[in-house]
């Protein structure tokens, strides 16, 4: 149709003419004024009060609508729509999401979930009503700043007169034009004891504290301004072997979100689960059932590492000042906040002050009015200025102690008294009420000559009213970086052919290697000596002739490879033994001395630096007298891989065998137990544990009476009523006082652990039993303070040898009767000195101290050529030019 007019206009015309309008100012105009309303009205709070527009709007009209009764949000709604210039959506959906903060509304029906993410129901089904906190902090009509509503009908505050740190306490978030705002939620309490300290002049440190409760590593927090960050972790425990409880999630995941991540996790093969059940109600419980024979402890791990068990959360302190937008960090809004707090408290100090003076002045006028009968001058007077002069001639000789001169006003105010109030006044009365009035004027003066004293003592008071059940939620640790490599389930197989030099997980026809996951890394030797680290793939070249593949692990030190190589195509043959540690990724290593026609002859990688023992054959040729020997790979040093090696023999190796297994050569490995964050270590943080060799596990013994023995993982975790944790000495017994709750009677028992790496209860499975004291020392000694008996006099202490009083028995043996007497308490002592005995293992006799090698005789000899001084090689230390990425 508009194409039709188009060509009847032109052909009316004789000649089409074309209009250019240029929009480019008006562009810029409309841009810049919608950015500046959203950023302004809609997205960013204010610093003064902590709220946006429509926030701010909200509570305004529910003050409106107060009369201490519920009413529907649907009304509050519509009345809040006389001065919000948007929908009733958008006015809703901010009043549910302050209703769910639990701090300025008192809600009643159904406000949703922030645990599952359920939405609240439609606001005609739900009520609302100002809580005594907001009707406390953030209305004082009296020193509120008024603007005309959008429609110029109302008045509205420009900025509620909020006397907390309402926006640090409740977070804020929003996006809006080429800007964006989080401000995270803090504590309650600590934000007021913040505010506290910043007014005694004392330093202070905010942290956040989530709704959600859950765990959370502050380290990075950066004070909430840009660049910061914050890890939340869901609190995940052990119910049993095989199950997994989530009680509390992160902050800004629901349930529902947590679940899914976890099945599409367990889709994709990153971690293994049978099923999951949401029991959520009040509470968070999410039930996590794993399949038998597949570690809790690594799969809490694989949770953190693969779903939203943890979520990092990128804050962004801005707001809006003087309308203008302010990035600022939290300490810097608390102590605005606060000195904004102090202002308003002063602003209602003098105003109260100037109320209670205007009253004390019209009481004194009074009495003076009453009391001198100045009210009979004006029986006479026929017009009203006549009155007012009589009053005013009157009043003059009486009121020289007055603060104020009289007004007019005041004069008329006189007039208006009534004769019933002149005949029944008491002069007694009225002095004790201008009395009161000068000790409240006393009090205010006092209370602004004190101000910070005044307001330390109003934050102490909303702290007492208020505080109470707004502990901390969110517990404070530390987090160590969960590596995916290592908790991540082996959903794929690896497969090799050797002789085509092809790894992958699609070659099923092929070699089968081991278990992979498709974020693994995968090393590579051939038997060129050719070294190379590469991502797991479907089908990967990587040179012919492999002689050894597998899962590459990053910074391991423990893993040593043993290795017999040949110079070149005749030349001397070589012997070394080094780790890898760091690698470029898909970057060739040439692990001989670089000559073409270099072969490998041997080759082993050991996981725990193991040193076997080889049989060297030579091939006949001349006048060679020792064909044959053996060498120890306990004799070479462990150095980088890029060394050169020791000499074996300068003559042709006809073939080299295994001959004897060996045992480690690496020093034991110390480990620490980090109390803060919970987990052991190699890294030296925390309480050391001790020195432990590839045989040595963990006794672990928790309140509830359990003991087990574990080998010490990194990736472990711990229950929180863990009271033992140290390395396990086979021979030492455990001694244990523990109460018998069938028997109701204290028993001893000793005993040793009977099977390693299973849990097992040691004490009664009485509901009423528990364990009082245990002892992992030799001979340990206990205190037993007996309880007062009616009657008689108090039993003295007794001091027990444990090691005496019982023998070493079953573990579950019921122990011997301590005593009869009934117990106050069991004391555990200083224990009686002894000489533990002297552990000795095979590889502390395995320090090696000098480089030792066979010549083609078969003769021992010190080898004359070490390269690089037992050192490790550079390409070990550092990243490589070719700028590719490098695995550390």
């Known amino acids: 149709m508009i194409e039709e007019e188009n060509d009847d ?137 008024w603007q005309a509503s959008y429609d110029g009908r109302r008045k509205e505050p420009v900025n509620l007169p909020v006397k907390f740190p309402l926006l640090l306490a409740q977070g804020g978030e929003g996006i ?55 890890r939340v972790r869901a609190k995940i425990s052990q119910l049993d072997k095989n199950i997994l409880v989530i009680s509390e999630i992160p902050f800004g995941t629901t349930t529902s979100s947590l679940i899914d991540s976890i099945l599409k996790a367990n889709d994709k093969g990153k971690i293994k689960i049978k099923r999951i059940e949401d029991n959520t109600a009040a509470e968070v ?26 979520s990092s959360i990128s804050p962004l302190g801005c707001v809006i000042e003087d309308n203008k937008p302010l990035f600022v960090g939290v300490s810097e809004m608390l102590r605005r906040s606060t000195d904004n707090t102090v202002q308003l408290l002063k602003q209602e100090l003098e105003i109260k002050l100037g109320e209670l003076e205007e009253q004390w002045h019209f009481a004194s006028l009074e009495r003076i009015f009453i009391e001198n009968r100045i009210y009979r001058d004006i029986e006479e007077q026929e017009t009203w200025e006549g009155v007012i002069s009589a009053i005013d001639k009157g009043l003059q000789p009486h009121i020289k102690h007055l603060k104020r001169a009289i007004t007019e006003e005041d004069i008329v105010r006189l007039t208006e008294i009534r004769i019933k109030r002149i005949s029944k006044f008491d002069i007694d009365k009225a002095q004790q009420k201008i009395d009161a009035l000068e000790e409240q004027i006393a009090e205010v003066k006092h209370d602004l000559a004190h101000l910070i004293d005044y307001a330390i003592a109003y934050f102490t008071r909303l702290k007492a009213e208020y505080g109470k059940g707004r502990e901390r939620k969110t517990e404070i640790r530390t987090f160590d970086d969960v590596d995916a490599t290592k908790v991540v389930i082996r959903n794929t197989k690896l497969y090799v052919n050797r002789e085509e030099g092809f790894i992958g997980t699609s070659l099923r026809r092929d070699e089968y290697v081991c278990d992979c996951s498709d974020i693994d890394d995968i090393i590579v030797f051939t038997k060129q000596g050719k070294m190379m680290v590469t991502k797991v793939d479907t089908k990967t070249f990587v040179g012919k002739d492999i002689i050894h593949v597998a899962v590459f692990k990053k910074k391991d030190k423990r893993t040593i490879y043993n290795m017999v190589y040949r110079d070149g195509s005749r030349g001397p043959s070589y012997i070394k033994r080094f780790a890898v540690t760091g690698v470029t990724r898909d970057r060739e290593y040439d692990l001989t001395n670089e000559n073409k026609g270099s072969a490998v002859l041997y080759f082993s990688a050991n996981p725990n630096g193991e040193a076997e023992v080889v049989a060297v054959q030579l091939r006949q040729a001349g006048s060679i007298k020792k064909l044959k020997w053996d060498i120890d790979f306990a004799d070479i040093l462990i150095k980088g891989r890029s060394s050169k090696g020791n000499l074996v023999t ?196 395995e320090v090696v101290d000098e480089e030792v090698v066979k010549d083609e005789n078969g003769e021992t000899q010190k080898h004359p050529d070490n390269q690089n001084n037992g050192e490790a090689s550079k390409e070990d230390l550092e990243i490589d030019d070719e700028g590719q990425i490098t695995l550390f």
């Open 9 to 145: 206009l032109i052909n009316e015309q004789d000649e089409p003419k074309e209009t250019i309008t240029r929009v480019t100012g008006m562009y810029k105009d409309w841009f810049l004024d919608y950015a500046s309303y959203v950023i302004l009205e809609r997205a960013v709070p204010a610093i003064e009060d902590g709220f946006k527009p429509v926030q701010r709007r909200i509570m305004h009209s529910m003050k409106d609508l107060d009369d201490g009764r519920y009413n529907k949000v649907a009304n509050i709604v519509g009345h809040t729509m006389q001065y919000h210039p948007h929908g009733d959506a958008s006015i809703a959906d901010a009043m549910v999401q302050i209703g769910q903060k639990d701090l300025l509304i008192d809600t009643q029906g159904n406000w949703g979930n922030i645990l599952t993410g359920d939405s609240a129901a439609a606001s005609r089904y739900i009520e609302a009503r100002l809580s005594k906190f907001a009707m406390d902090v953030v209305y004082s009509p009296k020193i509120t700043e």
């Open 176 to 230: 809006a034009v080429g800007l964006s705002t989080k401000i995270l939620p803090h504590n309650f309490i600590e934000l007021i004891e913040a505010s506290i300290k910043h007014l005694q002049g004392k330093r202070f440190k905010l942290e956040p504290d989530f709704p959600t409760a859950g765990i959370a590593d502050f380290s990075n927090y950066n004070d909430g301004l840009r660049g910061g960050k914050v």
């Open 285 to 310: 419980e999410i039930l996590v059932y794993l399949p038998s024979g597949l570690s809790p402890d690594k799969t809490i791990d694989a949770l953190y590492a693969f779903t939203n068990c943890e």
């Open 650 to 845: 300068k003559y042709a190796v006809k073939r080299i065998e295994l001959k004897e297994k060996g045992v480690s050569t690496l020093k034991p490995r110390k480990i620490w137990f980090d109390d803060a964050i919970q987990r052991i270590n190699v890294d030296g943080r925390g309480e050391l544990i001790g020195e432990f060799r590839g045989e040595d596990k963990l006794l672990v013994i928790n309140q509830s009476g359990i003991a087990k023995t574990v080998t010490p993982e990194v990736t472990m975790h711990f229950d929180d009523d863990m009271i033992v944790l140290e390395k396990w000495v086979p021979k030492k017994p455990i001694s244990v006082v523990y109460y018998n709750g069938e028997k109701e009677m204290y028993y001893v028992k000793r005993f040793l652990i009977e099977n390693e790496g299973r849990e097992e209860n040691f004490i009664s499975e009485h509901p009423n039993s528990q364990l009082e004291i245990v002892s992992t020392d030799w001979r340990p000694m206990a205190e037993v303070v007996f309880a007062k008996e009616r009657g008689k006099d108090r039993k003295d202490n007794m001091e027990v040898n444990l090691e005496e009083f019982i023998a070493v028995k079953g573990i579950s043996a019921l122990g011997n009767q301590l005593t009869k007497d009934k117990v106050n308490q069991i004391n555990l002592l200083d224990p009686l000195p002894y000489e533990a005995p002297e552990e000795v293992h095979a590889d502390d006799l």
